[in-house]
Structure formats: C-alpha cells, structure tokens
C-alpha cells in the first residue's frame, strides 16, 4: 500500500532590467531578471511550496526567509534540495511534479529540456516524472505587460505505508 499526498504552488516575482533571469535552475538569455532576495528562481519557488505544501508543511517563506542573510542571493537548487531533504525525512518520494511559467518574453522553448533535466536531478527522479510548460499571457495582466512573472506548480509524493 502506498500513502499518496499531492501539493500545489505558486510564486510570482517582478521582473526588471540588468538582472539575472534564472527559471527551473537554468539562466536564461533575458534583458530583464526576477527581483529577489534569492537568485530570484520563481519556477523552484513555486516548485518548492507544492512539495511543502504537499506535507502541510508551511511554504518556502517559513523555512527559509527572505529577512534572512543566510538566503541572500542563494541559488534557488539549494533550496530545493533542502525542501528535499525534508520530504525524504517524512519518508516520502516525488512521483511526478508540473509547472506552469507564465512569462510575456522571452520565449523559453529551447530552454525547457535543461529546466526537466535540472529539476528531475534534484529530486532524483526520472526526466520522465518532470513537466515544464512555458505560457505568454496573450499581452493580458501584470505577466502581459512584462511587469512579472508568475510560476504555478503541482507535485504529487508517495511512500510505502
Ligand atoms: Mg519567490
């Protein structure tokens, strides 16, 4: 028999010029990047509080606070594999996760098998178990008018009873 629990997540941070745009913990070429406390990684963010949430573990704000030093400009693929490790304390594995990126510009196609390929080795999980898929907002909302971007995310876990 198997426990199942499964967990959503959302994160959305600004974007403005000259800053790094990281997305599913890879760099993309972008004239604008996320404003953050972290390296400002919406996607492992969004990614992170459906694993927490998954738990009924609090959110990311909760285990790691941007009021912080300690988490100034971290790279966000250490707080995924902290969040992790706290899945794994609970006795649980990753089945599969699914993120959706909500961003005007630029287009993330080409980016999308390095963003799986990055999450799935964290997780330690198959390529196979991780979606990424990228949106434009068809010019609608704060996403639309290149205000933000916005980053919803489910994660399904399991462990053997
Ligand atoms: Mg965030």
């Known amino acids: 028999m198997e426990d199942f629990r499964i967990g959503n997540g959302y994160d ?23 404003v953050a406390h972290s390296d400002g990684d919406v996607a492992i963010h969004a990614l992170c509080d459906a694993l927490l949430g998954a738990l009924a573990l609090g959110d990311i704000g909760k285990h790691f606070p941007d009021s912080s030093d300690e988490f100034r400009g971290i790279d966000s693929k250490i707080l995924l594999s902290r969040t992790m490790a706290l899945v794994r304390q609970e006795g649980y594995t990753v089945g599969n996760a699914d993120i959706t990126i909500a961003l005007q510009a630029p287009k993330l196609a080409t980016y999308i098998p390095a963003m799986r390929e990055a999450l799935s080795g964290i997780m330690e999980i198959p390529v196979s178990a991780v979606s990424v898929k990228a949106t434009t907002t068809e010019r609608l ?5 290149g205000e933000g971007c916005e980053v919803y995310a489910v994660a399904l876990l399991h462990r053997r009873r």
């Open 12 to 34: 959305v941070h600004a974007l403005a010029p000259g800053l790094t745009l990281m997305l599913g913990g890879v760099r993309i070429d972008s004239p604008v990047g996320c």
């Open 141 to 145: 909302g704060f996403v639309g008018r």
